[in-house]
């Protein structure tokens, strides 16, 4: 089948794949979850076609910032790298007051299921924004979310070259708070695509900050979580 064909499809079947995953998310936040129940269902969330949820990420190294980032108790998250809407599935149940994330490729129609992730007690607000992080228009909107209180976490996982990443740390670490954190997926030096590069950073960045490491195993191709302690 032509993508042009799936595309339809995918288009067609959109109506029932809404309402499928929005009856699946008010089924999720029936009661009250763990954060492991949290962090599995953003690797995969019971949703499909234009409104699949998931996350390609390993479960050990996602838990372990999931619970770094628990532990802070954060009101403002932010997050470079939406993708598909599994971190950020997290994230919205971890802030008390706002996740923005942001993406090159528009959400489209998936906005509203992101803005309904925060469970129905939370005050949390989501927010996407649809833009080139490296954009000096699009720094000053980010920047506008959050001009009454700082960021108390930074999850940078857009762009993977090494320049992207290095760009995304320093245009954006001034927002988190002291105190606050930032981490960094696929730090591992091992990569499938030669475009993810995050290690090159990261390896200079290390020394210079407090920095920790969570990594499933040493062998692992691909993926690895580098946190700092701001
Ligand atoms: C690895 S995915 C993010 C995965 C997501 N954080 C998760 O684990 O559920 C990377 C995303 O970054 C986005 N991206 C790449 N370069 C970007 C840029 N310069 N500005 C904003 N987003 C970018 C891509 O479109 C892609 O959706």
Known sequence: MSNQLRE???RLRAPFNRAAAFREL???HARPRELESIVDAAIKFPSEGLFRVESIQQRSEIQALARAVAAIKPRNILEIGTARGGTLFIWAHLASRK???CDIEDPGIRRPL???FPPPESQCKVVHLHGNSHEAAFRSRVERE????PVDFLFIDGDHTERGVEADYNEYKHLVRPGGLIAFHDVIEKQALPTNQVFYFW???KP???AEEFIDHPDQCGFGIGLVRV
């Open 8 to 10: 339809i499809g995918r």
């Open 26 to 28: 008010e089924k999720f």
């Open 99 to 101: 996740v923005v994330s």
């Open 114 to 116: 992101y803005e309904a």
């Open 146 to 149: 959050f001009t009454t209180e």
């Open 203 to 205: 390896k200079r960045l």
């Open 208 to 210: 210079q900050v407090n």
